[in-house]
């Protein structure tokens, strides 16, 4: 069992940024990817970014160039940096442990002001 707990969700007027983080319980995370999703009212859960064990990162075109992942294996914590908010970008945003079984955070709210 993976338990990961997020954190550093807010209010932020467009333009502005913030950094999450989520930190994952277990042995195991720095052989395993992880990702960070988000979900707006009413829209499917949609990938943002992800980063494997060896720190290659995939990223949404939406967010590309804007948001960085990126992780510390000796803290057992991943983050995601995300720059040039836009209210677009407002949605609960839910860290993933992407192993042989997938886990997920309990989410964070980011709400982005214009």
């Known amino acids: 069992q993976v338990q990961l707990v997020e954190s550093g969700g807010g209010l932020v007027q467009a333009g502005g940024s913030l950094r999450l983080s989520c930190v994952a319980s277990g042995s195991i995370f720095r052989i395993t990817a992880m990702g960070w999703y988000r979900q707006a009212p009413g829209k499917q859960r949609d990938l943002v970014a992800t980063?494997?064990?060896?720190?290659?990162?995939t990223y949404a075109g939406s967010v590309k160039g804007r948001f960085t992942i990126s992780r510390d294996n000796a803290k057992n914590t991943v983050y995601l940096q995300m720059n040039s908010l836009k209210p677009e970008d407002t949605a609960v945003y839910y860290c993933?442990?992407?192993?042989?079984?997938?886990?997920w955070g309990q989410g964070t709210q980011v709400t982005v002001s214009s």
């Open positions: 980063i494997t064990s060896g720190g290659t990162t």
């Open positions: 993933a442990f992407l192993g042989m079984n997938n886990y």
